[in-house]
């Protein structure tokens, strides 16, 4: 795939999650929720993974950027970002939610919808510290921000 199908930006504070709007609410029924059980991948400190949730963990009141994107299938390869991770979450609503981790709501955000229920994603995240390259979604002005660009397509 050479284009996401659909995107996303968001401007986040301090450490956030990411994940499904259902379970976000409390709404999962049958579905075991991973919110706030998440577990750091060895070597990856700056993000904590659980079954259908992921949790950024950035400084207090640090800027971050995230770009959602939404594939039909593996995205093609991008450029190398200082660090990456790759698995797979269970979403089941089909619908995914930024919460900041101090005082956020699920409903602070729009969700991004993934157009399809009770599905395994592969995920692919990418981050970059405190850089002043901005990209084109990013005002010029942005600099010692954390960029995050995460990837979904089916399993």
């Given at each position: 795939m050479d284009e996401p199908v659909a995107s996303a930006l968001h401007q986040m504070t301090g450490?956030?999650?990411l994940l499904d709007k259902e379970v976000a609410e409390g709404r999962h029924g049958e579905v075991s929720s991973?919110?706030?059980q998440e577990v750091s991948p060895p070597g990856q400190e700056?993000?904590?993974v659980g079954a259908n949730s992921l949790l950024f963990q950035v400084w207090?009141?640090?800027?971050s950027y995230v770009r959602l994107?939404?594939?039909g299938g593996p995205p093609v390869a991008a450029d190398p970002w200082e660090l990456s991770?790759?698995?797979r979450l269970f979403l089941p609503s089909g619908l995914v939610v930024l919460v900041e981790f101090e005082n956020g709501e699920p409903d602070d955000y729009a969700p991004f919808d993934l157009r399809a229920r009770d599905?395994?994603?592969?995920?692919r995240v990418h981050a970059k510290f405190g850089k002043y390259d901005h990209g084109p979604d990013?005002?010029?002005e942005t600099y010692d921000v954390d960029f995050y660009r995460v990837w979904l397509w089916p399993e």
């Open positions: 450490p956030f999650y991973s919110w706030g700056w993000l904590a207090p009141k640090k800027t994107d939404l594939w991770w790759d698995g599905a395994h994603w592969r995920t990013v005002p010029a």
